[in-house]
């Protein structure tokens, strides 16, 4: 059984177990996250797909850290202009765990 939920703008495949980093979400250490917008269900080889989203399907995860990505950097230079910069930038992460994918029906 997996599921494709969206988090923040972007989409995940899951399944129960797995740990991920999401983009942070304002929920502490050890609490529970609800995830309700899913976009697909696989269940039993039969597949659900929503128009956008699936109703009666939720994601239930578990906060584990709140962390710091790897850092990103961003190089600029003009030739023969005397001119560049570097900037660095590490985004606010939040990593789950997947505890349980619940279907409607």
């Known amino acids: ?7 923040g703008a972007k989409q995940y495949n ?3 177990g797995d ?13 529970d996250l609800s995830i309700e ?9 039969k597949v659900e797909v929503g ?19 790897d850092k ?4 600029k230079y003009r030739r023969r202009k005397s001119s560049h910069w570097t900037k660095g930038h590490r985004a606010k992460l939040t990593r789950i765990r997947i505890k349980e994918i619940e279907s409607g029906s």
């Open 1 to 7: 059984m997996y599921a494709v939920i969206e988090i």
């Open 14 to 16: 899951v399944k129960k």
């Open 19 to 31: 740990v991920l980093d999401v983009d942070k979400q304002d929920v502490k250490e050890g609490k």
């Open 37 to 45: 917008k899913v976009l697909l269900l696989s269940k039993d080889k």
């Open 51 to 69: 128009q956008p989203y699936l109703k009666g399907v939720k994601v239930t995860a578990e906060v584990v850290d709140q962390v710091k990505g």
């Open 72 to 75: 990103v950097i961003s190089f």
